[in-house]
Nanobody, 120 residues
Framework: QVQLVESGGGLAQPGGSLRLACVAS????????MDWYRQAPGKQRELVAA???????YYADSVKGRFTISRDNAKNTVYLQMNSLKPEDTAVYYC??????????????WGQGTQVTVSS
């Protein structure tokens, strides 16, 4: 009933940029936090950036100053602008959102993931 769909992944050169987007759709009453996680091969999934409904943000130390998270509440969309990309940013990036549904249940939802590869 609720779906998160990511887009914008792909191949970038070191120092390049990519912009990810995640759209939430379905039986949505409200959305609290919207987050981006990533998982590199052989590593645990880690939180990259988070944004509250009020716009407060959090960044992992590894991406501070390079990545920017933003959201458009009217479009139920969260973005991740990734600049100055490094090979170690290569991972599958996942969107996560805490959503109150129309039936007023609150759940955490995940997107399917989008691959980001940074390589020359």
């Amino acid at each position: 009933q609720v779906q998160l769909v990511e887009s914008g992944g792909g191949l970038a050169q070191p120092g390049g940029s990519l912009r990810l987007a995640c759209v939430a759709s379905g039986n949505i009453f409200s959305i609290r936090n919207m987050d981006w996680y990533r998982q590199a091969p052989g590593k645990q999934r880690e939180l990259v950036a988070a944004i509250t409904s009020g716009g407060s943000t959090y960044y992992a130390d590894s991406v501070k100053g390079r990545f920017t998270i933003s959201r458009d509440n009217a479009k139920n969309t969260v973005y991740l602008q990734m600049n100055s990309l490094k090979p170690e940013d290569t991972a599958v990036y996942y969107c996560n959102a805490v959503i109150t549904t129309g039936s007023l249940g609150m759940y955490a939802y995940w997107g399917q993931g989008t691959q980001v590869t940074v390589s020359s």
